[in-house]
């Protein structure tokens, strides 16, 4: 263990490459991990808000939702409502509708009839008029007989 | 033990404690017979493999440093981070001042140190005797083993402990501190009597700061590498004393691991330390 000139050769190397770190090793590395420490700071913060807006979108969705469930429940329900109206307008449309059918059906058969009625009356005057003329032939004057059928055909 | 047949253990030993050294003699310069020089001599492979370490200490950090990402950052740069953030936090847990010059001052300290203690897991025979082949005669690889490197670093933290104690309290609140504790009275009169009694004490106090440093780490790493020489001669004697010198070897190596950067944390912790106790002002 002999001091000598060697310590104070190794004093300047000391002094040299602390003013090296000093100069460019430090501030730079250091500036380096502050950066990434302050990111994650950052990103971190970040993810909480995120996170936070993430719980109120999601209450807010169900909020929406639960809306939108009585709405449409309110819709179905009128649309019910509005069904029921349409088929009980629609019977009655078509129980009034038959019924002028049927009417009309009634009136044209009473008509039907009535035309045939008279048919038959207008035939049935020629045929009793034929009928008595092949009976009676020549011997009947056609003027009595005739006032004698007007009030046949009359009477009919 | 790369011996030669006529080399005893003792010879052995006193050539492995031996520095390379260049010295100013009355002949001029000369190499290896410093004797008689006594201050002008030069260890130059404690020189040669502490300036290495330290450019080498310097060298892989400023290459981190030159293009540290913030992002994704590469393995040696996390490496480089993690001594980093672990002497930060040293330095901020005990220096409570704003001081730009301790926490690179703590790395430096730490890191070349650590380096210097790490020569002495170098098998003690390995680089001595490529050392021998190239024509160079003794070669003491552990640079923390010479009591010189160690005081260097001593004595500039203690300069730099003086420097701030001057700097923070003042020149006379310095020397105040020197003579008026720890003992001081109201009395005038006692106070002058009691000013030389407090001198001696915290000046020998101030004293023992870097002579403890030093010696601490000097004391370590020289017994360490004392025994793992003492080793390296078990090994030569026969077959039983090479396997078990390689046994207690290996052991004493696995423990220096813990003890090289201990020794190196230690001389970093006292040194942030000591600066603090310079910047409080009482």
């Known amino acids: 263990m002999n001091i000598n000139f060697t310590l104070f050769i190794n004093m300047i190397f000391f ?14 590395i250091m500036a380096a991990i502050k950066e990434r420490q302050d990111k994650i700071a950052e990103g971190l913060a970040a993810s909480e808000r995120s996170a936070k807006d993430l719980e109120l979108a999601q ?8 809306d939108a469930k009585t709405q449409s429940a309110e819709i179905v329900d009128s649309a019910k409502k509005r069904h029921a109206e349409i088929v009980d307008s629609a019977k009655d449309d078509a129980r009034s509708e038959a019924d002028k059918i049927k009417n009309g059906a009634m009136a044209e058969i009473d008509q039907e009839v009535n035309r045939a009625r008279e048919q038959l009356r207008s035939k049935v005057a020629t045929l009793a008029v034929a009928g008595a003329e092949k009976v009676i032939e020549r011997n009947i004057d056609e003027a009595a007989n005739n006032d004698l059928f007007d009030k046949l055909v009359k009477e009919l | 033990m790369a011996s030669s047949e006529n080399q005893t253990s003792v010879e052995y030993i006193k050539h492995h404690l031996q520095n390379l050294q260049v010295c100013k003699t009355d002949q001029g310069w000369v190499w290896n017979h410093c004797e008689s020089a006594g201050f002008w001599t030069i260890h130059v492979d404690s020189l040669i493999v502490s300036f290495l370490l330290g450019a080498l200490f310097c060298f892989g950090f400023w290459r981190v440093a030159r293009n540290a990402k913030v992002e994704n950052p590469g393995r040696w740069q996390s490496f480089v981070e993690m001594i980093f953030e672990f002497v930060d936090k040293s330095v901020k847990d005990t220096f409570h001042g704003k001081n730009p010059l301790i926490a690179p001052l703590a790395l430096t300290i730490f890191v070349w140190i650590f380096l210097m203690n790490l020569m002495d897991l170098v098998p003690v025979d390995l680089l001595p005797w490529a050392a021998s082949q190239a024509g160079v005669g003794y070669l003491k690889v552990v640079p923390t083993t010479d009591a010189n490197i160690t005081f260097s670093l001593s004595l500039g933290v203690f300069l730099l402990i003086i420097f701030y104690s001057i700097k923070v309290k003042g020149f006379g609140g310095f020397i105040g501190e020197l003579t008026l504790h720890p003992f001081s009275s109201s009395n005038k009169f006692v106070q002058i009597l009691l000013i030389p009694v407090n001198f001696l004490m915290e000046s020998i106090g101030l004293l023992a700061k870097p002579v403890s440093l030093a010696l601490r780490l000097f004391g370590n790493l020289y017994a360490g590498e004392l025994i793992f020489i003492l080793i390296a001669v078990l090994m030569s004697a026969g077959i039983g004393g090479f396997i078990g010198g390689g046994i207690a070897y290996m052991i004493w190596a696995i423990f220096h691991i813990l003890v090289i950067v201990l020794q190196a944390f230690i001389f970093m912790m006292l040194t942030i330390v000591y600066l603090s106790m310079a910047h409080e002002d009482h």
Request: glycine share 4%.
């Open chain 1, 59 to 66: 209450a807010k969705a169900a909020d929406m939702l639960r």
């Open chain 1, 15 to 28: 002094v040299g490459f602390v003013w090296f770190c000093m100069k460019f090793v430090w501030p730079p």
